[in-house]
């Protein structure tokens, strides 16, 4: 199995899996045979209809909605939760009734007895009624793995999708070849590109990039509306001769990403970090800090104490006392000028499209 392969396996397990504990049986029984189940099922009903509603409606079992084992703890359930309220086609109140429902031995001792009896009430459901139930719960088995499975790309390989948006030609049409040919370009084959060629070559010859950047097109394309597709496609002229450019927005943008994260998280650093800066706000010179960090926060420290407490040092000595912050201003101030450019360019502005082309120079050197 390849890294790339076992990666997107460990990053989907929390998120998607089989419902092992919602297997209706296949064979039938007669309804007049479950009284008693019956009865059993309508007096729970009358405390916990919403439950029950969501088992006969065909939805996954709540430890599904979860993805958790009935043994999970309750610490492994909370951890459970808060993912799936980040990454879930599941709806909130859904997440909700599942965490309500698991999070305690009490109410999963209960759940665990109500999944039980409709298991028991499933075998008398008509033919129709139980085969549309089954189609209803994997459909949504599908969907969950679907959306996991975008989000691990948008995330992982958010240069891929931003080149999309951008107009830039699939990889396919880098290479001239054909998205559904399964020829693969050997080593030395490689060897007479240029670097965007070889760079994207390496990609579609492992399988399981090439998957997930087919993933990508396909729900590329599906996603996004008929207009902006019409505007992404008319961009495809402009990348003629412009492979320095791809290659750099390939390769680097996970610089780019760390400057959005840093300049949403942070907008109050922005006037910090130009001419005036958070080291000059407490007077020392940036390249004395040491790379240890005990070193360098004892320094920040000596410093803070040697200047008038104002609101302006305060904040300053915030930022680089935390070593965390300190590595992401530093960045920054080492960073973000050629980043802010890149980041916000319309390469259908030719001012701001010379810009960018002469960072990818600079950088190339």
């Known amino acids: 199995m390849s890294e790339e392969k076992k990666a997107f396996d460990e990053w989907l397990e929390p998120f998607t899996c089989e419902d092992t504990y919602w297997k209706v049986p296949t064979r039938y029984m007669d309804p007049s045979r479950l009284d008693r189940i019956y009865d059993k099922i309508e007096r729970f009903e009358e405390t916990y209809k919403k ?9 996954p079992s709540y430890y599904c909605v979860l993805c958790i084992a009935k043994k999970a703890s309750a610490e492994e359930c909370k951890k459970a939760y808060e993912r799936k309220k980040k990454c879930s086609v599941y709806s909130q109140e859904l997440i909700e009734r599942a965490y309500e429902a698991l999070s305690t031995e009490i109410n999963r001792s209960t759940y ?3 999944l039980r009896l409709f298991l028991k009430i499933s075998q008398a459901l008509p ?3 139980r085969r ?10 599908k969907r969950e793995k679907e959306y996991a499975t975008q989000r ?18 699939t990889f396919y049409e880098v290479l001239g070849v054909d998205a559904d040919s399964k020829d693969e370009k050997t080593g030395k084959e490689r060897v007479g590109m240029n670097r965007l060629r070889a760079e994207i070559s390496n990609i579609l010859a492992n399988p399981q990039l090439r998957f997930e950047y087919d993933y990508m097109l396909d729900f590329a394309n599906e996603t996004i509306d008929e207009e902006e597709l019409e505007e992404i496609e008319a961009k495809r002229v402009l990348w003629a001769g412009k492979d320095d450019l791809y290659l750099f927005l390939l390769t680097r943008f996970d ?13 109050d650093w922005t006037k910090y970090s130009a001419d005036k800066t958070f080291y000059d706000v407490l007077n020392i010179d940036a390249a004395s800090i040491p790379e240890d960090k ?12 040697d200047v008038e407490r104002t609101p302006e040092v305060n ?30 360019f319309d390469i259908e502005d030719e001012a701001e499209l010379n810009a960018v082309m002469e960072i990818v120079n600079e950088h190339q050197h």
């Open 51 to 59: 439950w029950t509603d969501d088992l006969y409606s065909g939805l």
């Open 112 to 114: 665990n007895t109500i």
């Open 127 to 129: 033919p129709n009624k």
């Open 132 to 141: 549309e139930m089954i189609e209803y719960h994997d459909e949504w088995l």
């Open 152 to 169: 691990y790309i948008v995330e992982k390989r958010g240069a891929w999708l931003e080149l999309f948006r951008l107009g830039a030609p």
């Open 255 to 267: 610089d780019l990403k760390r400057y959005e994260e840093i300049k949403t998280e942070h907008e």
């Open 294 to 305: 005990r070193e360098a926060e004892t320094i920040i420290r000596t410093a803070y104490r």
């Open 315 to 344: 904040f300053a000595y915030t930022i680089l006392k935390n070593a965390k912050l300190r590595d992401d201003y530093n960045w920054l101030l080492k960073n973000g000028e050629w980043a802010r450019v890149v980041y916000e």
